[in-house]
């Protein structure tokens, strides 16, 4: 019931936003920068993401108006999204794509315009925009699988591991799997199955984690999950098979797996602030709407790149991280009712 009522209050979240970003500006001159993001089953995009961009263009460039919209997860309605904004004039186009080979579309179109297109959080492979703006994707997939290998050994555990991908259609999964597979190929624990979860869909997620419990009962020594999405999922499958929970990983340090680990149901996470990545992507739009390049400080799909370097958080560090200067929950949101006790266990007040 709170999962529905929560995609509720975001879904209500991106008509307003829309509505209010699209026609808020009565200022015909004003300089149109859009900000395209891929869904709401990530709670990061409507809380996070567009509101610290949208601050961080009104701070760099007075006369700039950010036109946002989401597409739910649904690459057509986002190539319809863009075909708007190129409409309406568009200086420049921010896109986290649904549909990283479908984005090349947009990003042909944008050409034909002249409109330069940032790449966000997903690169697009498959067409060259004009510039990549992420924390590094295929590290993060990486750390977390070396996080989980290292605990595994330190604890020598015994059994194999479990592996829960991202979206088949995203190529930022596709990175954080080849990081994955980095730390986990080589560790010595056998790789009993991995899925790609279609659209990140929680749901399809625990349900083929549940029949690999079934399957591999007692053998899974460890899950490495591609985000805390799909770690909550596999957390949620394991505990309605009755079985014990093994370590499980996520990505995206949101509220809720936040609370796992303190609760000591999530192994670990990681923490990306993204107040980095959106205040890159608005100062690397509004250079390019005000007609100069922005500079580069990596490459990657042979595209100019900024790449930025998070960190794993595990029960050992999470009170460093989460009081560090801005991170982006509170601390009096994460240590509620059953979490009190972990919160004061770890010192975390």
Request: charged residues 20%; hydrophobic residues 45%; aromatic residues 6%.
């Amino acid at each position: 019931m709170k999962a529905r009522r929560l995609s509720a209050v975001l879904a209500a979240s991106v008509v307003a936003l829309t509505t209010v970003s699209a026609c808020g500006s009565s200022d015909d001159g004003a300089t149109k920068i859009a900000f395209l993001m891929p869904d709401i089953a990530s709670t990061r995009y409507e809380l996070f993401d567009a509101p610290l961009f949208k601050a961080k263009v009104k701070q760099l460039c007075a006369k700039c108006e950010v036109l946002y919209q989401n597409a739910g997860a649904d690459a057509a309605k986002q190539q319809q999204q863009a075909d708007s904004m190129l409409a309406q004039g568009v200086k420049a186009i921010v896109i986290d794509p649904v549909d990283s080979a479908a984005a090349a579309t947009i990003v042909n179109s944008a050409r034909t315009k002249n409109v330069p297109i940032i790449a966000y959080d997903r690169p697009i492979p498959k067409a060259k925009a004009d510039y990549y703006v992420s924390f590094d994707n295929e590290k993060i997939g990486a750390m977390i699988g070396q996080s989980l290998v290292d605990q595994l050994k330190s604890t020598k555990a015994e059994g194999g591991i479990l592996e829960v991908n991202g979206s088949p259609t995203d190529a930022a999964a596709g990175l954080i799997k080849k990081g994955i597979h980095t730390s986990v190929d080589s560790s010595g624990f056998k790789l009993l199955a991995e899925f790609d979860t279609p659209g990140w869909e929680p749901a399809k997620a625990q349900n083929w984690v549940a029949g690999q419990v079934t399957q591999f009962k007692g053998q899974i020594a460890g899950v490495v999950a591609a985000n805390d999405g799909t770690g909550g999922a596999t957390i949620a499958a394991f505990k309605a098979a009755g079985a014990k929970v093994p370590p499980v990983t996520g990505n995206d340090a949101e509220l809720a797996a936040i609370q796992r680990i303190v609760k000591g149901d999530q192994y670990n996470t990681i923490s990306k602030p993204i107040k980095i990545v959106a205040e890159a992507a608005a100062e690397v739009a509004t250079t390019f709407a005000q007609g100069k390049k922005p500079e580069a400080k990596a490459t990657l799909f042979d595209t100019p790149s900024q790449l930025f370097v998070p960190t794993v958080v595990t029960r050992e560090n999470l009170t460093k991280v989460v009081t560090e200067p801005g991170f982006a929950l509170k601390v009096a949101d994460i240590c509620t009712g059953d979490y009190k006790a972990g919160c004061d266990e770890l010192g975390l007040k």
